[in-house]
């Protein structure tokens, strides 16, 4: 079955930085765009980032441009998120998101000082 594992949350001061990993197993990771979206207390779920495959194009939420990466290793299954940079605003449940309709169950990343 699909699964989808995050990792990498914590707590992180304001202009620190977290890396978020995502492991994808029981598809074809290649073949699919991956994505992370976040959710903070009380909001919707929001797109964070987007990574195409193949190819690798990315677009971001303008919230987040020039701070985080999105990035894909095929050979490993995984598609991380690098945060830079971190604003309190940026505190919310992080998931992963494959094209076909599959969510992973969170990672929670806290910007507090």
């Known amino acids: 079955q699909v699964q989808l594992v995050e990792s990498g949350g914590g707590l992180v001061q304001p202009g620190g930085s977290l890396r978020l990993s995502c492991v994808a197993s029981?598809?074809?990771?290649?073949?699919?765009?991956m994505s992370w979206y976040r959710q903070a207390p009380g909001k919707e779920r929001e797109l964070v980032a987007r990574i195409t495959s193949p190819g690798g194009n990315t677009n971001y939420a303008d919230s987040v441009k020039g701070r985080f990466t999105i990035s894909r290793d095929n050979a490993k299954n995984t598609v991380y998120l690098q945060m830079n940079s971190l604003k309190p605003e940026d505190t919310a449940v992080y998931y992963c998101y494959v094209s076909f309709g599959s969510w992973g169950q969170g990672t929670q990343v806290t910007v507090s000082s």
């Open positions: 029981g598809f074809t990771f290649s073949r699919y765009a």
